[in-house]
């Protein structure tokens, strides 16, 4: 870790987090340009790419996510997953910075999560019926498949910006692979504005191929 990061005055941090934030806001535009007959054709060519490259093993623990909005079709991936009979597990985000995990059984068993006067929190992706483990399930994943807005070629992520998925990582086990799923113009060259909290990739996943990084 630069431990120049850790000791940034305020202002320089918060300098950093506007950049971030213009990046998010660049992505979202251009993934909002695509219909959702592309995103769905770009889930099953990384359904495939995934298949062609090895990442999925029968019976293997892997923990993914269920897309939402604008972002790539997860449902051909999870459905291959599932083929496989591999355990999948995907992030239940509870109450405030409540992290978890709950087995997928069938794409049939996603839910709408609903908000408190009963109409569904298009904020929050879907999520499976069964109990929710604790952040310690993570654990037992071989394959950690996480959503990215971008990726640099040393790892770093750009993500939604709540850092979820960043404390998410801190119960990885030492060998899991993380994966980025993104559009193939997600992944640049230029260097990624980040921050001590920040957990680097492994590879990318795109509708193009597979790239690994680390």
Not at 36 to 58: F, K, M, T, W, Y
Not at 72 to 96: E, F, K, N, T, Y
Not at 105 to 123: A, F, H, I, K
Request: proline share 9%.
């Amino acid at each position: 870790m630069d431990t120049t990061e850790a000791t940034e005055p305020p202002e320089a941090a918060e300098r950093l987090r506007s950049m971030k934030q213009a990046m998010r806001h660049q992505a979202i535009a251009a993934r909002k340009r695509t219909t959702p007959e592309e995103r769905l054709e770009a889930g099953r060519r990384i359904a495939l790419h995934a298949c062609d490259e090895g990442l999925i093993h029968p019976f293997a623990t892997v923990a993914a996510f269920v897309s939402m909005g604008s972002e790539i079709a997860m449902a051909p991936l999870l459905q291959a997953l599932l083929d496989a009979q591999c355990r999948v597990l995907v992030p239940r985000l509870g109450s405030g910075m409540t992290i978890g995990w709950s087995e997928l059984d069938d794409l049939e068993g996603l839910r709408s999560v609903r908000g408190d006067d009963g109409s569904p929190n298009t904020r929050r992706p879907q999520e499976p019926d069964s109990p929710s483990g604790g952040p310690d399930t993570l654990s037992d994943a071989e394959l950690i498949i996480v959503p990215a807005f971008a990726v640099d070629p040393s790892g770093i992520r750009l993500g939604r910006g709540g850092g979820w998925y960043d404390r998410a990582l801190e119960y990885k086990a030492a060998k899991a692979r993380v994966v980025a799923i993104c559009w193939p113009w997600e992944t640049t060259s230029t260097p990624i504005p980040h921050e001590p909290h920040d957990v680097p990739v492994d590879a990318a996943l795109t509708p193009d191929g597979y790239m690994a990084i680390r």
